[in-house]
């Protein structure tokens, strides 16, 4: 009897643990909490000096950021996707994300001061106009410049430093506006000197490079966001790669409503506005403007996204440079431009420059068609006499008086403009 009833106990509990079995594999989830878990392996970019530039160095813009991107801190891929896959490395611009706690995540732009196509092919210049080889060291090359030898025994950066950079910042140069540039040059611990004592002969060639082949990044360390100016934020470079806030560009709301139409269109003019009459004196003036040379914030603010094409003549100092003196050319005078182009006369600048080229190449775009009649052929007619001002000062700043306050009641106040959302309304500002 006792036999027995051992066999039926063991019966039924291989019945039990065969409806175990079953059920457990019939509930994945179960199944994956019973089981123990594979080792997940973290994917991980594959990165190479070459990508980011870090092989050219130091004939690069710095290495203030690296370390975000080895750490993963920053990625290319918007949907902060587990598949980290680095993007061509012929594109000129990519979106990127960028986090300080691995937990919050915000957009930035990685962009390159020109395409690698250029890059690559100023590199063969440096080494065959230099050395007379097809591939050098670019750092040992530059070194032995005149410029930069010059570069190294300078106490301070002065204007014969910076002649004939082909530049638009630096083609009517101040002391004012170089010793800013030494002074808040973020890619070197911050000394607040306008001496060049705290930077070390790598600095000063990652400086002059920078200066030589782009300098919109130098222009967001030396007029911040954070002081009011029309700029997104510099969060670092690293190699080639420049690091900054994220905005969408201007061409993206060509076909945006009626009132976010007039909402950018007064925000670019009080952009050039604040450009031209600031508290430092400075009179920034555009030598080119396209679709992508203007970016929206996700809150609506509108700032400027490119700054390479950026002038800036100081209002206070002057030009330190005579017109003859801008002529001289070297090796990093033609980095990035044929080494034949002209420069502009200092004295050749309007005030109402940049009005005008907005004028005939933005406003039409973002303003066309959008608005009944007859506010839209008011508006056409206005654009029209700023585009065809360029003798007539006068007549441009009315023509822009009469378009924003004929804009301003076109605007709405509503949470798409969180820039000055809920304050529109309680100001008459907007």
Same mark, same amino acid.
């Given at each position: ?26 509930n ?8 123990? #878990? ?5 994917p991980?970019?594959?990165?190479g ?21 080895? %750490?993963e ?7 902060l ?22 937990? =919050? ?20 210049r ?5 050395? %007379? ?16 030898q ?16 082909? #530049? ?15 002074r ?52 670092? #470079? ?5 690091? #900054?806030?994220s905005?969408?560009?201007l061409r993206?709301f060509y076909?945006?409503?009626? @009132? ?21 004196n ?15 914030? =996700?809150?609506?603010?509108l ?23 801008? @002529? ?5 005078? !033609?980095?990035?431009?044929? !080494? ?10 309007? @005030? ?8 005939? @190449?933005?406003?039409? %775009?973002?303003?066309k ?11 056409d007619?206005?654009?029209q ?35 000055r ?10």
């Open positions: 009897m006792g036999h027995w009833i051992c066999c039926l106990c063991s019966r039924v509990a291989d019945s039990l643990m065969l409806l175990l079995v079953l059920a457990l594999s019939c994945p989830s179960t199944a994956a909490t019973a089981s123990p #878990s594979a080792p997940h392996v973290k991980s970019y594959s990165f000096r070459t990508f980011l530039g870090l092989d050219k160095c130091n004939a690069c813009i710095g290495t203030s950021i690296c370390k975000k991107f080895f %750490k801190e920053i990625r290319f891929d918007t949907w996707s587990s598949h980290l896959k680095l993007p061509p490395s012929y594109l000129l611009s990519y979106s990127g994300n960028y986090t300080d706690d691995a937990k =919050s995540w915000r957009l930035v732009d990685i962009t390159r001061l020109t395409s690698k196509y250029r890059h690559d092919r100023a590199d063969k440096i080494c065959t106009s230099l050395l %007379k080889t097809k591939t050098c060291s670019l750092e040992r090359a530059l070194r032995r410049t005149h410029r930069f010059k570069w190294l025994r300078a106490k301070r950066l002065t204007p014969d430093l910076v002649q004939g950079l082909s #530049s638009p910042m630096l083609r009517c140069p101040s002391q004012r506006l170089l010793d800013r540039i030494v808040r040059y973020a890619e070197v611990p911050d000394a607040g000197s306008i001496y060049m004592d705290h930077l070390t002969d790598r600095d000063k060639l990652r400086l002059l490079y920078t200066l030589s082949v782009n300098s919109h990044p130098i222009l967001l360390q030396i007029f911040p966001d954070v002081e009011g100016w029309p700029f997104p934020r510099y969060l670092g #470079s690293c190699g080639r790669l420049v690091v #900054s806030a905005t969408r560009p993206d076909g945006a409503a009626p @009132e976010v139409a007039a909402d950018l269109a007064l925000q670019l003019l009080a952009v050039l506005r604040s450009m031209g009459t600031n508290d430092l400075y009179f920034f003036y555009f030598t080119h403007v396209d679709a992508g040379t203007f970016g929206v914030f =996700s809150n609506g603010h700032f400027i996204r490119d700054a390479s094409t950026l002038g800036i003549i100081d209002k206070e100092e002057g030009s330190q440079l005579i017109d003859g003196q801008q @002529e001289y050319k070297d090796i990093f005078s !033609c980095l990035t431009v044929d !080494c034949q182009s002209a420069f502009v006369s200092c004295n050749s600048i309007r @005030e109402k420059h940049s009005l005008v080229m907005v004028c005939q @190449e933005l406003l039409p %775009k973002l303003l068609g959008k608005f009944l009649q007859p506010v839209q052929d008011k508006i007619s206005f654009l006499h700023c585009a065809d001002g360029l003798a007539d000062d006068q007549g441009v700043d009315e023509a822009v008086a009469k378009l924003a306050e004929l804009l301003k009641p076109l605007r709405s106040c509503d949470s798409r403009f969180a820039y959302y809920p304050d529109c309304k309680y100001s008459d500002k907007y």
